[in-house]
């Protein structure tokens, strides 16, 4: 009988009818796809898009899963799997937008369900590099500080010292 090797332990977390739009949450979880929980973590907390906060609660929540349920060490964590799932999109959160005429198009309000996967090995395959939007905060340009300095007196020669 041929052995099989069992499947690293992992733990997930899932997240259900986040109120975001799936291509919004999909932007963020290409770029935290397959690094380590750490890295991910950083790159959450300081990425400038709404669409990073209920990810990094969800993380943070698969972290705690596996540490507890699962007793793996929390420190040596990777994303292993991240999939982001349309939900009822336009089903329940519908609104109306007047338009002219007296006719109304509809807003469907798209809902979106998220899954994460942790394990304390790293992704088989490694993550493909994907074009499109970054998450990086982008770079915000500083205003020079004005200095205004005091008018600077010439100093005083040793002749004129003497005087």
Not at 44 to 65: G, M, Q, T, W
């Amino acid at each position: 009988m041929p052995v099989v090797e069992a499947a690293a332990p992992s733990a997930i977390a899932k997240l259900k009818f986040a109120r975001t739009a799936p291509r919004k949450l999909r932007r963020v979880a290409d770029a935290i796809r397959g690094k380590s929980v750490r890295e991910a973590l950083v790159v959450l907390r300081f990425a400038d898009v709404y669409a990073a906060k209920p990810l990094e609660r969800l993380v943070r929540s698969a972290v705690a899963n596996a540490g507890n349920n699962h007793d793996l060490n929390t420190d040596e964590l990777y994303i292993t799997h991240i999939t982001v799932d349309g939900g009822p999109g336009g089903r329940f959160t519908k609104r109306l937008d007047p338009r002219a005429q007296g006719r109304a198009y509809f807003k469907r309000k798209r809902l979106s369900h998220v899954t994460v996967v942790v394990s304390e090995q790293p992704p088989a395959k490694p993550r493909k590099r994907r074009a499109g939007a970054s998450v990086a905060v982008t770079a915000r340009t500083r205003r020079p500080v004005s200095r205004q300095a005091a008018p600077v007196k010439p100093a005083a020669s040793p002749s004129q010292a003497q005087d």
